[in-house]
Structure formats: structure tokens, C-alpha cells
């Protein structure tokens, strides 16, 4: 029997991949409002990291002037998808600080089941320091998305409801229970 598992089959694989193509052809630094957000914990990215700089500065020609790889990545946004304990997690906190990491199931890839021990896996995890994983990926998705955010709170900052808007039930609670 022949399984295939070539590379472009890995979801870990194509997000290094594709942070390493947005790094190096510069579209990072010319793009700085898009707000990235990258599947299963940035992949391989944590352990590849300092190697892409290497390319960066030495067969790319960027220059010590530029951001470096390292100031690149820490302005993108990281989820949980996939198994990210014991091992992917702590990586990417070291690598990039956990300012920047999200939950994330693969739901609807991942049947339901799945999907539940991702979570269990989560919780059981070595929680951050003074914190947990649910309370830290909720604050993080908060600053991602204020506005959903000031939605779930009750209006939206700056805007009143509109006297449609007071009739239709609230958004449904996407918060983790």
C-alpha cells in the first residue's frame, strides 16, 4: 500500500510555506494593515524561523535595514487548528509571543468528534502563565475583531442601533462555553 503525504497535502507545511512567500517576495512590508491570520500554529514557521532570515539576507539581498523575519511574523495572527500540544504551541509562543494566537477547530474538516478532543486537548494543556488558553485566544480574537467583539457586548463603538436592529434577536453567542 502507497500513501501519499506529499508536501502540499500538509496544512502545517502550506502555511510555512506560504509565510516564507509573503516574507520574501516582500509582501509583508508592503501590505502592513492586511491583518494575516495563518492555520495550525504557523506549521513548521516556529522551527524555520531564523533559517528564512538567513535566505532573506544572504540569497535574497534584503538588507539589515529591513524587518527582519522574526519582526515579520510577530504581526501575524496564529490558530489552534489541528494538534497543538504538547509541542506546536509552546514552540510558537517561544518563537513569537502568544499576543497573536487564536482558537481555531478546522471545523467543518474536522467531524464534531474531533473537533472535542481538540478541545479537551486544549484545556488539559499547561495553561499560560496566570491565564488560560480559552481566556487568552478570546481576548486575542477581541482585538482582531473589535467590532465583533462590541457587537457580542451590545452595540457596536461609535454607532447606535438602528430601530430595525432593536427588533432582530441578538447574534447568537460564538464565545467559548
Known sequence: MVIDVSLRRSAGLRSTRTVSDLVLTGTLTRYPNIEWVFTHGGG???????????????????????????????????????????????????????DRLLYGSDYCWTPAAGVSQQIAAIDTAVPPDNDTWRALTTRNAARLLPLTAAIQRGSPPGRRPSPSSTKTPPPPDVRWR
Open 44 to 98: 513548521t514557521l516556529p522551527l524555520l524561523a531564523e533559517r528564512m532570515e538567513l535566505v532573506r539576507t544572504m540569497l535574497f539581498g534584503g538588507n539589515h535595514h529591513e524587518p527582519s523575519v522574526q519582526q515579520q511574523v510577530t504581526r501575524l495572527w496564529f490558530d489552534l487548528a489541528g494538534t497543538p500540544f504538547p509541542r506546536q504551541v509552546p514552540a510558537l509562543i517561544d518563537a513569537f509571543g502568544a
